[in-house]
């Protein structure tokens, strides 16, 4: 069965080894998101509801990437640093999630990576169709990519003749 990964870009992924969805048939799983800022830091320190928030719009676009959506998941995990943010937490859920409510565990735990993080979730979906379409492997000439909207002008794809390719991609 194909497998398919989608990569967030945290310099986590390649410390830790893992990546921030897989895609399994019709099953993807989401790895643990926190409310990150893109920079390192934490979005919206001691905001509950915003990290939520946050966590969910990183998920969400984890799940695009292999074919998903928030309407597939069928299991929530929310770990939480205090329960006293549940109801904040709560509402994003809710919010999201009225519709087509998945399965749920909340649990406290003591800390997550940076101190001002409140909150860590993560989603299991299951999808309609069994896969989406493979990446289709990118086409070379010597090791160079072809890119068939832009290469070569008004031209067949991939070039089949010397005249269909310039002198830069055989240097």
């Known amino acids: 069965m194909v ?59 984890a799940l695009e990437e292999l074919g998903a959506d928030l309407d597939d998941v069928v299991r929530t995990r929310i770990y939480l640093t205090d329960l006293g943010y549940w109801d904040d937490v709560a509402q994003v859920h809710q919010e999201l999630f009225a519709d087509h409510p998945p399965v749920n565990t909340t649990v406290e735990i003591p800390r997550l990576m940076n101190p001002d993080m409140l909150v860590e979730i993560e989603v299991e979906a299951l999808c309609e169709n069994d896969s989406v379409s493979p990446p289709q492997p990118q086409r070379s000439i010597l090791g160079r990519p072809i890119q068939p909207t832009t290469y070569p002008p008004m031209g067949t794809y991939p070039p089949t003749t010397a005249r269909d390719l310039d002198e830069g991609c055989l240097d």
Do not use: H, M, N
């Open 3 to 61: 497998r398919q990964r989608a990569f967030s870009g945290t310099p986590w992924e390649d410390k830790v080894g893992y990546c921030r969805a897989l895609r399994v048939g019709q099953q993807v799983f989401v790895s643990g998101t926190v409310p990150s800022d893109g920079q390192g830091g934490t979005f919206a320190p001691g905001d509950a509801y915003a990290q939520a928030q946050r966590c969910f719009e990183i998920i969400q676009e």
